[in-house]
């Protein structure tokens, strides 16, 4: 019999699959090979894209702590070990968007620019749906939050700073974000993995985690594809 956490993965598989397709991922997080490096333009190019990337990870990693205290404060008391799960993953997450700063820096972004502009439309779609399951639908959703967005650093974070370093040619300060997030979540998929199999046992808990899920990678995959649209 499937665990909860399987059923999950099961139930949400289209929807991963189909952003593992979008074509910036799947040339990002390949397996380098050994060629020409990028031409000046290309390079110029890719460092644009992953400065747009970043743009909107700061938005989204920013709201990340406040999101999952929020759901903390809604959850039923026959829930105290996920609000307690929340609470600490809340803890964790504070300050993250910092590491984003650093990055941006590293890319010769002027971050005083992120106190009056605006993340890309489907990120802020992204930031406010989050808000609107931690403050009016079921907060057990949230963890879905977690699942999708940890779950994709788990399998390719790593990789993907490695290849931007690469192709980029930018030192390990201009990858941060990605390179510690990638090291980390490793180990908090498998305390989600726990949790989930552990302390999800209703079928309606279940069904809004598979909801908030099927969502973030949509919406995930739409910012990803905004930050790779010429011009954006």
């Keep these: 019999m499937a665990t909860v956490y399987e059923r999950l993965q099961n139930a949400t598989k289209v929807e991963r699959d189909r952003f593992m397709a979008i074509p910036l991922v799947s040339m990002l997080v ?15 190019e890719i460092g644009r894209i992953y400065t747009r990337f970043l743009v909107d990870s700061y938005y989204h990693v920013r709201a990340a702590a406040k ?3 929020l759901a903390a404060t809604r959850v039923s008391m026959r829930d105290e070990e996920v609000r307690q799960w929340l609470l600490e993953h809340a803890f964790e997450e504070y300050g993250h968007h910092r590491w984003i700063e650093d990055d941006l820096k590293a890319m010769k972004y ?13 990120c802020d779609c992204l930031v406010a749906y989050m808000y609107y399951i931690a403050g009016h639908e ?12 940890e779950g994709l ?3 390719f974070a790593t990789q993907l700073a490695g290849n931007i370093k690469g192709l980029l040619g930018v030192p390990d300060s201009a990858v941060s974000y990605l390179a510690k997030h990638g090291a980390a979540d490793q180990g908090h998929m498998n305390e989600v993995r726990d949790l989930i199999n552990t ?23 739409q910012i990803v594809e905004h930050a790779a649209s010429e011009g954006a």
Excluded: C, W
Aim: glycine share 6%.
């Design 30 to 44: 390949a397996e380098p090979v050994a060629s020409a490096p990028p031409s000046a333009g290309d390079a110029a």
């Design 67 to 69: 999101v999952y205290a």
């Design 110 to 122: 002027d971050v005083s620019r992120l106190e009056t502009s605006k993340p890309s439309v489907p």
């Design 138 to 149: 079921n907060p057990m959703g949230t963890i879905g939050d977690t699942y999708v967005i």
């Design 153 to 155: 650093s788990q399998m």
């Design 199 to 221: 302390y999800v046992r209703r079928e309606e808990d279940y069904e809004a985690i598979v909801q908030v899920s099927k969502v973030e990678f949509a919406l995930y995959g």
